[in-house]
């Protein structure tokens, strides 16, 4: 079975990421320009670009322990996860930058004033070096131990795109809960095999 799922991944080509990420986001942003998110379009569009930034982030931090607890290998598509990620992310920035707040001063008071607000733009400005130097010529560049040095920082961006998520709701709501959840488990997964690793060497 995991063979046949396997064989199966290596026939889809990476870029399919790329092109149904970017097809999606702009069918989102028709239905916004066209009444169909809603009596509130921009806060509607706002938030389903972040929740879909925050699925693919955790897409991409569930590949290694796919690989490792259950022989599903994703590898190949853990680039285009990420930087699709960025994207969807930068897209949610930009609405609510442009579209909802309106202003730079605007944008900037509720940056300080907003705990939220502020989680989730360290969380953002984290992840522009990573996508960045998201190619194979930073990855020589760097060198791969400095470049998977810095591309640990993907741990504490979902850290901190989960807590975003936990405060910006009002009341209680599970599904922001069960984010937080999957995350620390993902990097628990991890945490777990890394040191596994240490006591097998």
Request: proline fraction near 3%.
């Amino acid at each position: 079975m995991i063979d046949t799922i396997n064989t199966t991944l290596r026939r889809i080509p990476a870029w399919t990421i790329y092109m149904v990420g970017a097809a999606w986001a702009a069918w989102l942003f028709y239905l916004g320009l066209t009444g169909g998110l809603g009596p509130e379009p921009i806060n509607a569009l706002e938030r389903e670009y972040g929740a879909l930034g925050l699925k693919l982030l955790i897409a991409g931090l569930a590949v290694t322990p796919l690989r490792k607890y259950a022989g599903i290998n994703l590898l190949k598509f853990r680039r285009a996860l990420g930087v699709t990620t960025f994207f969807y992310i930068l897209a949610h920035f930009c609405v609510w930058a442009l579209l909802d707040v309106g202003t730079f001063a605007r944008v900037w008071q509720e940056i300080v004033k907003r705990p939220y607000v502020t989680v989730g733009m360290v969380s953002f400005v984290l992840m522009i070096p990573l996508a960045i130097t998201s190619n194979n010529r930073s990855l020589r560049k760097l060198g791969g131990a400095a470049w998977r040095k810095l591309h640990k920082l993907t741990y504490l961006i979902a850290i901190l795109g989960g807590v975003h998520y936990l405060w910006l709701v009002k009341g209680f709501q599970i599904e922001p809960i069960i984010y937080m959840i999957v995350i620390l488990a993902l990097l628990a997964a991890r945490l777990k095999w890394n040191r596994r690793k240490s006591v097998m060497a």
